[in-house]
């Protein structure tokens, strides 16, 4: 089965440092979305891009994340610096184009900054 | 403001029953509503998705029922098993975006 394909599966660090979170999307698949999940708030929307090109990224807190896509098997979310509040589970998710297809999910990366 | 809403308590079912479990929404006129399962540890599995013309859908012992009119759908696991024990998240889509915003869930637990 194809899959989602996240890096790292967990990332503890201190805060004040950057964290770099890496996803390889289905091959194909041309939406690709991130998002972190907590108890509080639940699934988040942090950023959304279509065909690699970033269409919705009001979610971010834009003074301390980035998403980009360099290519097509690479979406990348950084955060610098990272704070405590960050910790969460984050999660990206990619589909193909249309609109009768779900998501498919990656299995995350735990990120606990203390 | 657009909320979706999911029953924040656990679902207890005994094994071979049917489990139904309910997502509201309010401020919303979504094209499409999507179910997802998640399991401890894991990211969310797509299972069905339903659009605002079609009453029902159906997949193996899975229905999904969407009233645009009540703002709510249900989904039903029927002859349910303890594998079926998850976290179950809707998720809504407008016709004119990709995005699917997300429920928090509801927590499916089933006893032998």
């Known amino acids: 089965d194809a899959r989602v394909t996240q890096t790292p599966r967990h990332k503890v660090t201190e805060m004040g440092q950057e964290v770099t979170m890496r996803c390889q999307p289905i091959?194909?698949?041309?939406?690709v979305f991130w998002y972190r999940q907590t108890m509080m708030q639940g699934l988040e929307l942090l950023a959304y891009?279509?065909?690699?090109?970033?269409?919705?990224d009001s979610g971010m807190p834009k003074d301390r994340f980035s998403a980009e896509m360099p290519d097509a098997t690479l979406a990348t979310l950084k955060i610098q610096p990272s704070e405590p509040r960050d910790s969460a589970v984050y999660f990206c998710?990619?589909?193909?184009?249309?609109?009768?297809?779900?998501?498919?999910f990656g299995s995350g990366t735990r990120l606990t900054v203390v | 403001s657009q909320k979706i809403e999911q029953n924040s308590e656990a679902l207890n079912i005994q094994e071979g029953k049917t489990a139904t479990l309910t997502c509201n929404y309010t401020?919303?006129?979504?094209?499409?509503l999507q179910w997802y399962r998640q399991d401890p540890g894991r990211g969310p599995v797509f299972l069905l998705l339903?659009?605002?013309?079609?009453k029902e859908k159906r997949k193996e012992r899975l229905k999904v029922t969407f009233d645009t009119t009540l703002k709510q759908s249900l989904f039903h696991i029927t002859a349910s098993q303890p594998a079926d024990s998850a976290t179950y998240l809707c998720a809504l889509r407008t016709g004119g975006s990709y995005i699917p915003t997300f429920g928090r869930g509801t927590s499916l637990i089933v006893h032998p």
């Open positions: 401020n919303y006129s979504p094209a499409y």
């Open positions: 998710a990619s589909g193909p184009g249309g609109s009768n297809y779900g998501y498919t």
């Open positions: 891009f279509r065909n690699r090109a970033p269409l919705d």
């Open positions: 339903i659009r605002e013309n079609e």
């Open positions: 091959l194909g698949h041309n939406t």
